[in-house]
């Protein structure tokens, strides 16, 4: 490795880790590197304060929700896989569509906005959609705030104040690859979080760290390798 191209000029480094969530499969593409991740779309909305408490933390069915201390409580669509087709949907996902079709029940597929967006090459770059900003899925939401007000009637009337949404980089064994990337010295790709990067996050950043300053990792991460997708 022996740098890296970015839109102020070449850096030159030993070391590069690629830790670009939804991008990262498309930041390998040109060094022929297969990762076959696909975005997962994930919408949360943020409901107006609730005259009921709500002490924990719940994952029913297909939602999951928690009150803040200020009483609104976040409910998250969780009942399924939401991919929004893309021209990458096919030409990157050739691995994960079997799969995908194999698992198509917990599967919802989306054809609309960011089919046009791929279409008109917005992906393709790394400037245009700086931020991965995608709609929230409403219907989801609306069923999710049903789901929530049958479980707690005395909520009253579920309204979002906010709702948002982010692309996961899922994988299809929902693993993610964490290791040196095969046949380019000094690349450490650390991707593909698949939906649970919050919880695995502090142990992925140390391993990148080890790999980076000392070559390898106290952990074995024969499983997280990149080449099982190869
Ligand atoms: C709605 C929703 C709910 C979720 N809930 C949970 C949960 O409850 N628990 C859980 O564990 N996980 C959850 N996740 C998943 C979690 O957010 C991800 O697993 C985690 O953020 C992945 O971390 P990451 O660092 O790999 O990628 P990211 O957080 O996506 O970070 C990648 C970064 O790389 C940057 N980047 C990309 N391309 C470039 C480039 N070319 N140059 C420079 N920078 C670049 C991006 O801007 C971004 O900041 C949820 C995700 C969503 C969308």
Do not use: K, P, V
């Given at each position: 490795m022996s740098g890296v191209e970015t839109e102020v000029g070449r850096l030159k480094t030993d070391a590069v880790v690629v830790a670009a969530g939804a991008w990262t499969s498309r930041l390998l593409m040109p060094l022929g590197m297969r990762h076959p991740s696909l975005w997962i779309r994930g919408s949360v909305g943020r409901t107006a304060p609730l005259p009921i408490e709500l002490r924990k933390l719940v994952v029913w069915g297909a939602t999951a929700y928690r009150q803040r201390a200020d009483g609104r409580v976040n409910i998250a669509v969780s009942e399924d896989g939401f991919h929004d087709l893309m021209v990458d949907s096919f030409a990157n996902g050739h691995r994960f569509l079997p799969l995908a079709w194999k698992n198509r029940h917990l599967l919802r597929l989306g054809l609309g906005r960011p089919m046009m967006q791929s279409l008109m090459g917005e992906f393709a770059d790394f400037t245009t959609h700086r931020t991965l900003d995608p709609r929230p899925d409403w219907r989801g939401l609306k069923r999710a705030g049903r789901t929530f007000r049958h479980e707690y009637p005395d909520a009253g009337d579920i309204r979002f104040e906010r709702a948002w949404a982010g692309y996961i980089d899922y994988m299809p064994d929902e693993l993610p690859v964490i290791g040196m990337a095969p046949g380019v010295q000094g690349l450490v790709i650390a991707a593909g979080?698949?939906?649970?990067g919050f919880g695995i996050g502090p142990g992925v950043g140390r391993t990148i760290c080890d790999l980076v300053v000392t070559g390898r990792s106290r952990h074995d991460l024969s499983a997280f390798t990149a080449e099982r997708f190869s």
């Open positions: 979080l698949s939906g649970n």
